[in-house]
């Protein structure tokens, strides 16, 4: 390793999809073993418990108004986030955030930043297979739909983009490779995101999806 510790703020809201705010929650807890420094956590509006996908509900750790310190803030995706690209709270939260905080999203969740216009500019990415609904003549593809949110941004089709401070994930599985990412961008080595992907049996699927990414910004 070379650095120790990283904390992840993970935005948890009604209607948020499950494994896109649990993979990368997990991939950090499982870290931890290694460097107990690490952290995640829920941050919602209110302490109140919060209703995600199909009515599985957790109780967020921190609120807005506590403001806690965190390196990086994570937006999951879920139908929910049609709401949040209007949440004006949310938004000044997030505008209210230190430069050196990384914004992250999973999947839909770079709907959010998009309206933000915090995607102008840069490239980002979003699902690209459609469930039923959105790929009906009712619906429309998430990574196209984030075309129109943001025309701005470049739109990529890599599962991991990372553009400098923002970085984004497409597909609600990809919360896993965000969160392997997360690490790399705290300062750990190789050596030991592999050794996270082995504990969890996930390191095949390690392997065939870290090339699955474009880094879109010089160090």
Not at 76 to 90: I, W, Y
Not at 126 to 154: F, H, Q, T, W, Y
Request: charged residues 25%; contains cysteine.
């Amino acid at each position: 390793m070379k650095k120790t510790g990283f904390r992840l703020g993970i935005y948890v809201f009604k209607d948020a999809e499950i494994i896109d705010y649990a993979a990368p929650y997990g991939v950090i807890s499982v870290a931890r073993r290694l460097d107990p420094e690490l952290e995640a956590f829920l941050v919602a509006e209110s302490l109140r418990p919060v209703q995600t996908q199909a009515g599985f509900t957790v109780v967020p750790n921190y609120s807005f108004v506590e403001e806690p310190a965190m390196d990086a803030f994570l937006i999951p995706g879920g139908f929910g986030t049609r709401q949040e690209m209007h949440n004006g709270g949310l938004h000044r939260y997030i505008r209210s955030l230190p430069e050196s905080c990384l914004l992250v999203s999973v999947c839909t969740g770079s709907w959010v930043y998009g309206r933000m216009g915090l995607l102008d500019g840069i490239a980002a990415t979003n699902r690209k297979e459609p469930d039923r609904l959105e790929a009906s003549n009712m619906g429309k593809v998430p990574i196209e739909r984030l075309a129109e949110i943001a025309p701005a941004c470049r739109i990529s089709r890599a599962r991991v983009v990372d553009s400098g401070r923002v970085i984004t994930a497409g597909g609600i599985a990809s919360g896993m490779e965000l969160g392997f990412h997360l690490l790399r961008r705290a300062g750990y080595e190789e050596t030991f995101i592999a050794d996270v992907a082995r504990v969890m049996e996930y390191d095949r699927a390690y392997d065939v999806y870290r090339s699955d990414f474009e880094k879109a910004w010089a160090d």
